[in-house]
C-alpha cells in the first residue's frame, strides 16, 4: 500500500496508506501505553462521535459556513461508522492526556480519509478536506469529547436498564411462587423472626424498582450537552446559529432528545453530570451484591450449610474435591460490583480534578463510566439468566430450620411476656429443647394455643392477638 506524508505543526510522519487515521492519532498511538483498552473496544462511543460529526456538519452546512458537498460526505462517512465499519481505526488507548483531544482527532481523521475517498481523492489530500478546518468545524475537543460520552452513555444507560428490568421481572416471579415457603429471618447473622421466601425475593425485586428508578432520573443528565461551547463555552470560532441547529440535527440522528446546557461555560468544565450517574451505579452495585451474597449464603451447603435455594450447578467447584460445586454465579456478579464501587472512585477524582475552564481527566472519567455501565449490565443478565431463572428453592429445609429456631420464641412476646420468652429462649440454648416444649412444660400456654402460635401462616401474622389463640 505504501505510505503518506502527512504533518502536524510538530513535524511531519510517514503514514500507512492502509490506514485511514493520521498523523495527530499516530502520535497518540506512540505516546499513550495505559489501560490496554483501545476506542475500538467501545463501539458504542465511535458511534456516539459518528453522530456528533455528523449533526456538526449538516448544522454546518445548514448555517451556511461548511459547502454542501463536504458536509455530505462527512455525513456519508459518519454513516458508515454508525453502521459499525472502520471499527478497527480507532487505535488510541482510551486513558489519554490532553482532555480526550487524540480521541477527537482520531475520529476526524478517519471520517476525512473516509469521506475523500469517496469523493475519489487519496487519503491525506487534505486541501480538498481537512480534519480540522472541515471535519471539526465549528467544534474543539472540549465541546464533541464530553458531549459523546453523553451520548454513548445515554445509549448504554438504556440497554442496563433493559437487563435490570429482566432482572426484576425475574425475582418478581420467584417472589410470587414462594409467596407461602416459610423460613427463618436473620439479623447479623443469627435467628431473627419467621419470614418467606417470598418476602425475601420481593424485597430483592424492590431493591431493583428503585435503582431503575434511580438510573432512570440520572440519565436524564446526560440530554443536555454543551455542543457549540468550542474551547471554553464562549462559541469561539462557531457560527452563532450552529448551537440551535446541532442539538436539533442529534436529536433526529439520535431519536433522542438533546439539549443546549444552560451555560456553556459552567457545562464545558463541570463534569458532576457523570458523578451523579456513576453515583447511581454505585448505589446499584451495593445492592446487587447485597442480593448475591444472599444467594450465596442461602445457597450454602449442600448438607451442612443452609441449604434453602438451590443455584443451577454451572461448573466443576474444585480441582481436588469431586462433587464440589461453588457458586460462580453469584460471586462473580459480586467481583463486578466491586469492579463498579472503585470506578465510582475514578470518576469522582478525576471529576474533582477540572481546573479553571476544562477538565482533563475526562478520559478518566470516560473509561470508568463506560466500564461501569457495561460490567453492570451483564452482571444483571448474568444473575437473572444464569442464576434466578432457574432457582429453586427447599421448603422443608426452610420450614425445619423455623421450627428449630429459637428466635421463633419471640412470637410468644405478645401472649406470656418478653421475661418469660428470654426465660425459655436462654433454656433452649442450653439443653436444646425446643421451645414449645419447654413453654408447654412451665405451662404458660396449652398445646393447643402453642400449636396455633407456632402455626407457619400466624408467626407471619403481627395482629394476632391473645382471643386470636384461645385456651
Not at 505543526?9 to 498523523?23: A, R
Not at 439539549?259 to 454505585?282: N, P, R
Not at 460462580?328 to 463498579?340: F, M, P, S, T
Not at 451483564?378 to 439468566?385: D, G, I
Amino acid at each position: 500500500m505504501g505510505t503518506r506524508k502527512e504533518h502536524d505543526f510538530i513535524g511531519e510522519l510517514e503514514i500507512s496508506n492502509d490506514v485511514y487515521y493520521g498523523v495527530q492519532t499516530f502520535r497518540a498511538l506512540e505516546n499513550f501505553h495505559m489501560s490496554g483498552r483501545k476506542l475500538s473496544d467501545y463501539p458504542y462511543f465511535i458511534k456516539a462521535f459518528a453522530q456528533i460529526k455528523k449533526a456538526a456538519a449538516l448544522a454546518n452546512k445548514e448555517v451556511g459556513v461548511l459547502e454542501a458537498a463536504k458536509a455530505d460526505a462527512i455525513a456519508k462517512a459518519c454513516d458508515r461508522l454508525i453502521a459499525g465499519e472502520f471499527r478497527d481505526q480507532f487505535v488510541v488507548d482510551m486513558i489519554q492526556g490532553g482532555a480526550g483531544t487524540s480521541t477527537n482527532m482520531n475520529a476526524n481523521e478517519v471520517i476525512t480519509n473516509i469521506a475523500l475517498e469517496s469523493m475519489g481523492h487519496k487519503k491525506g489530500e487534505y486541501q480538498y478536506l481537512h480534519p480540522n478546518d472541515h471535519t471539526n468545524l465549528g467544534q474543539s475537543t472540549n465541546d464533541t469529547y464530553p458531549s459523546s460520552i453523553k451520548v454513548a452513555a445515554y445509549a448504554k444507560l438504556t440497554d442496563l436498564l433493559k437487563a435490570m428490568e429482566l432482572l426484576k421481572s425475574e425475582l418478581e416471579v420467584k417472589a410470587k411462587e414462594w409467596k407461602d415457603v416459610i423460613k427463618m429471618g436473620r439479623t447479623e447473622l443469627e435467628d431473627a423472626v419467621p419470614t418467606t421466601l417470598g418476602n425475601t425475593f420481593n424485597a430483592f425485586a424492590t431493591y431493583i424498582k428503585s435503582d431503575i428508578e434511580k438510573i432512570t432520573a440520572a440519565r436524564e443528565s446526560m440530554r443536555y450537552l454543551n455542543m457549540g461551547a468550542t474551547a471554553i463555552g464562549t462559541g469561539i470560532n462557531c457560527h452563532p446559529d450552529y448551537k440551535f441547529v446541532v442539538e436539533k440535527k442529534l436529536s433526529e440522528i439520535t431519536g433522542v432528545k438533546f439539549e443546549a446546557a444552560d451555560d456553556f461555560i459552567a457545562a464545558t468544565q463541570d463534569t458532576a453530570d457523570f458523578v451523579h450517574v456513576s453515583g447511581a451505579l454505585k448505589t446499584a452495585a451495593v445492592r446487587l451484591s447485597k442480593i448475591a451474597n444472599d444467594l450465596r449464603l442461602m445457597n450454602s451447603g449442600p448438607r451442612c450449610g443452609l441449604g434453602e435455594i438451590n443455584l443451577p450447578q454451572m461448573q466443576p467447584g474444585s480441582s481436588i474435591m469431586p462433587g464440589k460445586v461453588n457458586p460462580v454465579i453469584a460471586e462473580v456478579v459480586g467481583e463486578a460490583c466491586y469492579e463498579v464501587i472503585g470506578n465510582d472512585v475514578t470518576i469522582m477524582l478525576c471529576s474533582e480534578r477540572g481546573e479553571f475552564e476544562l477538565n482533563a481527566f475526562e478520559p478518566g472519567i470516560a473509561y470508568g463510566l463506560f466500564n461501569s455501565i457495561c460490567i453492570l449490565e451483564n452482571a444483571m443478565k448474568t444473575l437473572a439468566e444464569k442464576a434466578i431463572k432457574k432457582l429453586t428453592a427447599n421448603p422443608e429445609a426452610c420450614l425445619k430450620s423455623v421450627l428449630g429456631s429459637v428466635g421463633i420464641v419471640t412470637a410468644f412476646n405478645p401472649h406470656i411476656g418478653y421475661e418469660k420468652s428470654a426465660s425459655i429462649a436462654k433454656e433452649a440454648l442450653q439443653t436444646g429443647k425446643a421451645v414449645g416444649d419447654i413453654c408447654l412444660e412451665r405451662g404458660y400456654l396449652s398445646k393447643a394455643q402453642i400449636d396455633k402460635i407456632l402455626e407457619p401462616k400466624n408467626m407471619l401474622n403481627p395482629s394476632m392477638s391473645k382471643d386470636d389463640i384461645g385456651k
